[in-house]
C-alpha cells in the first residue's frame, strides 16, 4: 500500500465532538481487491500546493505543515517547471505555490500536460451537501428551544455529557448546532433513546436533541481502522457523525465507492476524490 504525505485518522469536521470507546465492534469483513491505481491514459484535474525543497523535487501536496516556509508530502509531479507557474514564492532553499493542475496519474506520480493555472483563480465551489449539516435533526418544543437549567448549561456539563456520550456501546457521537439560538447540544445513540435522554436530562440543562443512528461510533472507528489499513493512496479517513458515516479522502477514486458500497452498505463510507477526471 502506498502512503504520502500524513495519515489522518481523525474526524473530518473539526467542530463535531464525536465520541470513541474502547470497546471494539463487530463489522464486515476487510476490504478485498480494492483500486489500487487510475487509468494511466485517463487526464486528472486538481487544485493543490506544490511545493519542492532540498529534500525533494515538486510534489502535490496531501497535507501542508503551518510553519514558514511549509512543508508537505505528496507524490512527485513530472514535467514541472517553476517558469511556467505563475505566483510562486521561495524561501531557505523551499518553493511552492497553489495550482489547479492538469494531468495524468498513475497510482504514484502525477505527470503535467497543461501549464498550471492559479489556484485561488480556480477554486471550484464546495456543493452545499458536501459540507457537514449541523441542523438539528429534533424539532423544537412549541415554545422553541430553552435554557431549563442554567447551573447545568454550562462547559462542565458539556464534558460531562461528552463523557456519558464516550461511554456508551451504542453512542454514536454529539455535536452543537449554533444555528439557533440558544445552541442546541445534540447526542446519537442506536439504542434506547429515551433511556438515553433521561440519563443527559440529569446533566444537561440546556436544548438538547437525542437522535437515532445506525451505526455507533465504535462501528465506524472499526471501519476506519480496515480502511487505513486497505485502501491505497488513503488521504484521510475518519467519522463523521452528522452524516452517521466514514468519510475518506484519496486521490483518484477509481471505482472505489462502488467497493466500498458493496463492501460496507451504501453510504455507509463516503469517498471524495482530489482529483477529479477531465470529461
Not at 470497546?23 to 487526464?43: H, I, K, M
Not at 517547471?81 to 506520480?109: C, I, K, L, R
Not at 449539516?133 to 462542565?156: K, L, N
Not at 486497505?230 to 479517513?237: R, T
Amino acid at each position: 500500500m502506498r502512503h504520502f504525505g500524513w495519515i489522518v485518522a481523525a474526524p473530518v469536521a473539526a467542530l463535531l465532538l464525536a465520541a470513541c470507546g474502547d470497546e471494539e465492534a463487530p463489522v464486515s469483513a476487510s476490504p478485498s481487491d480494492l483500486p489500487s491505481s487510475a487509468d494511466p491514459g485517463q487526464l486528472y484535474t486538481g487544485i493543490f500546493t506544490v511545493l519542492e525543497s532540498p529534500e525533494h523535487g515538486p510534489q502535490l501536496c496531501s497535507m501542508v505543515a503551518e510553519s514558514y516556509p511549509p512543508q508537505c508530502g505528496g507524490p512527485d509531479i513530472a514535467g514541472w517547471n517553476w517558469d511556467d507557474a505563475p505566483d510562486a514564492e521561495s524561501a531557505s532553499g523551499v518553493t511552492w505555490g497553489f495550482y489547479s493542475v492538469t494531468g495524468t496519474w498513475d497510482g504514484s506520480t502525477f505527470t503535467l500536460t497543461e501549464p498550471p493555472l492559479p489556484g485561488a483563480a480556480t477554486s471550484p465551489v464546495v456543493p452545499d451537501d458536501a459540507a457537514p449539516d449541523f441542523t438539528s435533526p429534533c424539532e423544537p418544543s412549541a415554545g422553541g428551544w430553552a435554557v431549563t437549567d442554567p447551573a447545568t448549561a454550562t462547559d462542565a456539563a458539556l464534558n460531562a455529557v461528552n463523557a456519558y456520550v464516550d461511554e456508551q456501546a451504542d453512542g454514536a457521537g454529539m455535536w452543537v448546532d449554533s444555528s439557533v439560538q440558544p445552541t442546541v447540544l445534540n447526542a446519537r445513540f442506536t439504542g434506547d433513546l429515551d433511556a438515553h435522554e433521561a440519563e443527559l436530562r440529569g446533566l444537561w440543562g440546556g436544548p438538547l436533541c437525542v437522535s437515532a443512528a445506525d451505526r455507533s461510533t465504535r462501528d465506524l472507528t472499526a471501519i476506519q481502522d480496515e480502511l487505513t489499513a486497505a485502501v491505497p493512496d488513503l488521504l484521510s479517513v475518519g467519522p463523521e457523525v452528522t452524516a452517521n458515516a466514514v468519510q475518506l479522502s484519496v486521490f483518484v477514486d477509481d471505482g472505489l465507492q462502488a467497493e466500498l458500497d458493496a463492501q460496507y452498505g451504501e453510504g455507509v463510507v463516503v469517498v471524495s476524490a482530489t482529483l477529479r477526471p477531465v470529461e
